[in-house]
Nanobody
Framework: QLQASGGGLVQAGGSLRLSCAAS????????TGWFRQAPGKEREFVAG????????EYADSVQGRFTISRDNAKNTVYLQMNRLKLEDTAVYYC?????????????????WGQGTQVTVSS
């Protein structure tokens, strides 16, 4: 299981850093992804990172503003979110990939955590 934390209330233009703590077992997966789900919307891919290489992918909507990283020693993945926008408001989830690539489909992920709320205000 993965546990996401670090969410909160922030003004537009501000920053937050989310953390995703994984057990050793889930860290054995190829990659960890961050997804988000706003009220009334489907869960969408935000970013993903491969544990071994550090290769990362981003959704177009966050490219250049968000940075995903990992600390292999701590089995933790981070999502640094800068220049936050109102539309970034959502519950953010992390999950472990069930396939040997960074997939943008939530169907290819397992071990979902409970999520952490990010609210961006004007």
């Amino acid at each position: 299981q993965l546990q996401a934390s670090g969410g909160g209330l922030v003004q537009a233009g501000g920053s937050l850093r989310l953390s995703c703590a994984a057990s050793e077992r889930t860290a054995d997966r190829f990659a960890t992804g961050w997804f988000r789900q706003a009220p009334g919307k489907e869960r969408e891919f935000v970013a993903g990172i491969a544990w071994s290489s550090g290769y990362a992918e981003y959704a177009d909507s966050v490219q250049g503003r968000f940075t995903i990283s990992r600390d292999n020693a701590k089995n933790t993945v981070y999502l640094q979110m800068n220049r936050l926008k109102l539309e970034d408001t959502a519950v953010y989830y992390c999950a472990a990939s069930a396939v040997a690539r960074i997939s943008r489909s939530s169907l290819n992920y397992r071990s979902w955590g409970q999520g952490t709320q990010v609210t961006v205000s004007s």
